[in-house]
Structures are given as C-alpha cells and as structure tokens.
C-alpha cells in the first residue's frame, strides 16, 4: 500500500520526469510538453492523495484516476512503475511495435482504468465510475486530468453539467492548465475564459493553484472532511515543458522528442531545478 512506504513528491516527481523524457526520446516520439506540465500533480496524487495497493492495482477499494488526455501517457506509466506497479524494464518497449505500452493510455496496462486518446472521453467516464461508487455506497473516489484541449470537447460539458445535477461529490476534476495546445496558444484557438466562473455557474466548487506547488496541490486535492454535495474542480495553472528551459512554453515540444544532446541538458535542469 501506499502508506506502507514513504514517498518524497519531489523526489517522486524528478524521478518519473527523467524517466519520461527518456522514454520519449528512446522511442523518438512526441508529447513530452504536456507531460512535464502534469508531473508535479502526478507526484501528489501518487505520493499524498490515492488510495492504492501497488501489489494489488485491481483492489476494490482502490481511488479511481483516469488521464483524460492521454497523449501524456509515458509520464503515467512512468508514475506506475514509480510505485511498483510495474517495472522499469517493461517500459523500455514504450511505443514500439508489438508493444502493450501505447503512445496513448492504454487499459491493458495494470493501473490504467480506461483507455484515452481521444480527448473528452475521460470525465464522463470519472462521473459513471462516481455515480457508480455512490449507488454502490462504496468509500472510494474518482480522480481525473484533463488537458485544455479536452474542455473544448462537448462531451467533457455534458460531464460536467451530469456531475454537478448528481452531485457527485467523490468526483474531483483536475485541469491541467498550461495554455498551449497543439500547435498554439489556447487563447488564440479558441478562448475558454474565464474557466473558473464557467464551473462555478455549472454548479461545482472550483478553486485555483499553482499546478507546480505541492503544498497547494496537496491542499486542493485532499478529500473534504464532509460532504459538499458538489463536485471538485481544481484549476492547475501549470507550464508545458516544466523544469526544461529550452521546452517551457513552446509549443513545439508537444511533438518533438529530444535528441541526445538535448536528453542530456534536459535531465540535467530536472535534477537541478526540480
């Protein structure tokens, strides 16, 4: 079980972003931005929220977490082996031919609760596995990540308008927000602000932080003592290509693996800076 070891966030968190970055550029891929974005809040929910048994990753009372954008698969697979969940060596064949470890999350993997790639499919998914834990009467709670690009998907609106009707308050939704999209900026594609007044009068209880500070993280993600009757929002301002100087804010490393040399420089700030 998770709190049967102890787990630094920090310490976590520089491990699975050098893990990550060179499973991407082993395998000459992309998506590294949006993963060093998610790191830090990977790192707390691993470390200080879920409930899990890394012996036992199917237990049912296990907290569900699903990665809705999961083009940012090799940072959750990193989390995974992480915690022993599964092993080092297993990720080497990371999106390789044959391999069961996608290039998108892939439920064939122990740990992985749902499959995602096409963004908008992760909340409404979190709000049937919340329904479900409540009709049930069960204690255990849903936990899911969505990127900029997956709030401008219908479908994640009609989650949320679901969740907040049902009141699903074991359902917390965590946006990663790092303003960049593919290929731009998401201001430019299409504005979605003022996004915490959107969830406010969709009927859920929001709250900002600084998707980089674990304190705050830890803060806005522990379960609430009683019930709100409301589903969670936690609005994470965060950075694509966090910790790497040269793939902070640009755009460009939502697709571009780094090569050797820039491995070399990246693992070298995420030791440094992290």
Known sequence: MKDEIALNS???????ASKTLKLISGANTSHIGGCLSVADILAVLFCDILRYD??????????????????ACAIL??????VGIIKDEELQSFAKDGSL???????????????????????????????AARRQQASWRSYVIVG???????SSWEAIFFAAHHKLDNLTLIVDHNK????????????????????????????EVDGHDHQALKKALAPPSVSTNSPRCVVAHTIKGKG??????????HYRPPNPQQLAQALLEIEEKS
Not at 10 to 16: H, L, P, S, V, Y
Not at 113 to 122: A, D, K, Q
């Open 10 to 16: 920090r310490e976590f968190k520089r491990a699975i």
């Open 77 to 82: 697979y990193a989390a995974l082996a992480q």
């Open 148 to 154: 900029d690009g997956d709030l401008n998907e219908g």
């Open 180 to 207: 960049i999209y593919s290929a731009d900026r998401v201001e430019t594609v299409v504005n979605m602000m003022p996004l915490v007044d959107k969830f406010s009068a969709s009927g859920w209880k929001v709250c």
């Open 244 to 253: 790497v100087s040269f793939m902070e804010n640009n755009g460009l490393w």
């Open 101 to 131: 470890f996608l290039a998108h999350t892939s439920h064939l993997i122990p740990g992985i609760e749902f499959s995602t790639g096409s963004l908008g499919h992760g909340l409404p998914v979190a709000c049937g596995m919340a329904l």
């Open 54 to 71: 890394s012996k036992k990753p199917q237990c049912k009372d296990r907290d569900r977490l699903l990665l809705s954008k999961g083009h």
